[in-house]
């Protein structure tokens, strides 16, 4: 794919890898940004994973306030619409992705960027990550999903910790805190990241989809809706080829081979 201003895509077999790709600002972010993230996972074209990728030393250093599109007018207004308009809704679209996600972070992920590296379901950490809150700092307060998010990964208190005191974590703390879920060499940390990719994505991507927007789900529902969610999901994925595929190798002791139908 191409045509974007701000971003990169490729494909690498059967994943496709969206680098943002602005390393002379450290990937900072306009609103066009996530608009196009959300125009290149929108039509999938048969991938059946997604890595997201920085470009340079950073993986995304926040929101791009010097853009001006934070500030034109009513600095409050033209804010309110970027997150509703053109970064929530983004975030909102991988959320309900039908394939898995995986992020590659190195430098620093922060504000707007945190919140897409950890929309992933599994994120990579170079050695030289570090994930940051800074809205305190300049009198803000937390966006792009981040005070539903944080809480449920790491807890009240260490969410609280990184939102008012607004001070780095760096990548062995969010590996040890649970917000991560390796960390990594930087010189290897695309290898990994990609070869993490590959393994979901060949995997059965019906039922990977499921699991993911299944967990989503739950975690804004009552027991009793989480179970009955399953139930219809587990419907789906038993109608799936990939289902049959997995029963079949179980019985014949051999590794599956899953197509993602």
């Known amino acids: 794919m191409s045509g974007f201003d701000h971003i990169l895509t490729h494909r690498r077999g059967d994943v496709l890898a969206i680098t943002l790709n602005r390393p002379d600002r450290l990937n900072a972010a306009p609103p066009a940004m996530f ?16 890595l997201l990728l920085g470009a340079g030393k950073a993986f995304c ?4 306030v010097a853009s001006g599109a934070l500030s034109a007018g009513d600095p409050g207004a033209a804010t309110h619409a970027a997150l509703t308009e053109h970064y929530h809704p983004t975030l909102e679209a991988i959320a309900e992705l039908p394939v898995p996600v995986v992020s590659a972070v190195r430098g620093p992920a ?21 994930f940051l809150q800074a809205f305190v700092n300049i009198g803000l307060v937390p966006d792009g ?16 910790e990184m939102m008012m005191l607004g001070e780095r974590v760096p990548a062995d703390k969010a590996r ?20 993490l990719a590959q393994r979901l994505a060949a995997g059965p991507t019906v039922a990977l989809g499921m699991i993911r927007r299944q967990l989503h789900g739950a975690l804004g529902s009552s027991y009793a809706e989480a179970m009955a ?6 419907r789906t994925a038993r109608g799936t080829q990939d289902s049959m595929e997995g029963g079949m190798a179980f019985l014949q002791k051999r590794k599956p081979e899953f197509k993602g139908q």
Request: proline share 1%; with cysteine; charged share 25%.
């Open 35 to 50: 608009d196009e993230i959300r125009s290149a996972i929108d039509t999938l074209d048969g991938a059946r994973a997604v």
């Open 61 to 64: 250093s926040g929101a791009d």
């Open 110 to 130: 922060a504000g707007i960027g945190c919140s897409l590296a950890l929309a992933a379901d599994f994120c990579v950490a170079a050695n030289t990550a570090y």
């Open 145 to 160: 999903g981040a005070s539903w998010m944080l809480p449920r990964l790491i807890g009240r208190h260490r969410a609280l």
């Open 176 to 195: 040890d805190w649970g917000m991560v879920h390796q960390v990594v060499h930087e010189d290897v940390l695309e290898d990994e990241a990609g070869r």
């Open 229 to 234: 969610r399953e139930a219809e999901n587990q």
